[in-house]
């Protein structure tokens, strides 16, 4: 019993090791979103889902799932796909500010006090809806943790997808054609994150992606799902991604309601 108990530990660090990958991923991340490494931080974003999707998978194939395993997984989605893009969105939403720029102290000795607030406080309300992406995010994750039954399906939008969809946005907002009709502003970001938090929480059924459930009705879809989705970010980059991310939403929930 004891060889085998030591065994499995052994095994379990692998998994362990990716998802601690992860981790460091969305730690690097957030020195990168606020020091001027925006692209930088998506792609780690893009790094800490790959290990995300593997981590479980390679569980599985050595059989050595763990409690520590699936505890460190929340803890490191709750950085990479909770704290980062909420991270992104905010520096992303500040630099769309009137104030943005100001310095919160006098620059010259004859400047006059007090200087401008940095931001304003009219303005600094926006900043803080980005809080709720990791407060909704750890909600989610905490739930599903308690979960005894698992479904075939996630309940609410999962934090890697709602983090890839902001990964998609941002990454795009250069070359996207909506961007030369509509200015952006940061008060859009600020409801629009406030609205996708919702979807973390909800309960609208989503189809999962992750190899770790049984083949089931549904692995025919998570295959199209998944080709339609590298073949969109092989020809359109971060706008492939986004406009998949975007279809992956009313698609699971139209076909699972079907189903």
């Not at 395993?69 to 989605?77: F, I």
């Amino acid at each position: 019993m004891n060889n085998q108990t030591e065994g499995q530990t052994v095994w379990s660090f692998v998994p362990n090791a990716m998802t601690l990958g992860n981790l460091l991923c969305g730690c690097i991340g957030l020195v990168g979103a606020f020091n001027g490494g925006e692209e930088w931080a998506l792609y780690c974003i893009a790094i800490a889902a790959a290990l995300d999707f593997a981590d479980g998978a390679i569980a599985r194939l050595l059989r050595a799932p763990s409690a520590m395993g699936r505890e460190l997984d929340s803890l490191a989605d709750l950085v990479s796909f909770g704290l980062l893009p909420a991270a992104l969105l905010m520096v992303h939403a500040r630099s769309l500010m009137p104030s943005y720029g100001m310095s919160p102290w006098p620059l010259e000795l004859n400047a006059q006090w007090p200087m401008p607030t940095f931001p304003a406080q009219v303005e600094a309300w926006w900043l803080l809806c980005f809080a709720a992406i990791p407060l909704a995010s750890a909600w989610r994750l905490a739930r599903y943790n308690l979960m005894t039954v698992k479904t075939p399906h996630f309940m609410g939008l999962p934090t890697p997808a709602h983090a890839m969809l902001w990964m998609g946005f941002l990454g795009s907002l250069s070359s996207w054609p909506v961007t030369w009709l509509l200015k952006l502003e940061a008060w859009h970001l600020a409801l629009a994150a406030l609205g996708t938090s919702a979807l973390l929480v909800s309960n609208l059924p989503m189809l999962s992606l992750k190899p770790s459930e049984p083949l089931n009705r549904f692995l025919l879809l998570r295959l199209v799902l998944i080709i339609l989705a590298v073949g969109a970010v092989i020809f359109w980059g971060f706008l492939g991604l986004f406009v998949v991310m975007i279809l992956y939403i009313p698609f699971s929930i139209l076909i699972l309601r079907l189903l």
